[in-house]
């Protein structure tokens, strides 16, 4: 059950909740969670026997049934969401469904960056971390990795996303790098020595690859 919908979209009550239901009582500790009313004063929660009955549970957090909104556009595009198993988080968060991807949205990088549900790979310190972009702000983006669960931010910049390397890019990346491991980086008497030595490399790399396949020992 969607806990943030709940918040706000009455027409969500009629889906979930047993008629009557005013109150939902989220789970908390050493409380159970479930669906209250008040009726002349007594406090009603519907048991898992699908009966109301009176409660003398302590008082608890609730979500109050939202009343019911007139149409609107961003109505409207909330119940688009929600018809396309987005959940929404929140303020202007929503997250899409993960591993699918919605035809209507973007499927190029605009100005570098990757769209809302892309699947990409976010820059992590001095590595990079497989993620699902779930919302674009004026200067963040909002990131989601799958295998965690963790929800994280990063700059809104072309510098902190690539797309997702193949076998082959993530090989000659491993190449690269043993060789700048093992080079002296005391003979790099200037930045642009440097750069220069980089494109040797770059350009060395590429004509191993493409002759030869490579295994790792």
Known sequence: MDIERLKVDADYWDEVAPSGAQEYCPPEMNKQEGW????????LFWTET???????????????????TEWTPERQAMKTLWSMDYTYSGGEYWKPPIGEKPGWLETEWVDGLPS??????????????????????????????????????????????????TPEEKQREELVKTILDNVDKKEFASVEWAEHARRVIDQSVDAILSKYNLTEK
């Open 36 to 43: 209250r009313k008040v009726v002349d004063g007594m406090k």
């Open 50 to 68: 699908e009966n109301w009955h009176e409660t003398d549970h302590p008082e608890r957090t609730v979500i109050p049934r939202p009343t019911k």
């Open 116 to 165: 809302v549900g892309e699947e990409c790979e976010a820059k992590n310190g001095a590595s990079w971390r497989n993620c699902f972009v779930t919302a674009i702000g004026y200067d963040l983006m909002l990131c989601y990795d799958a295998n965690t669960g963790e929800e994280y931010v990063r700059d809104k910049d072309p510098a902190n996303f690539r797309p997702i390397r």
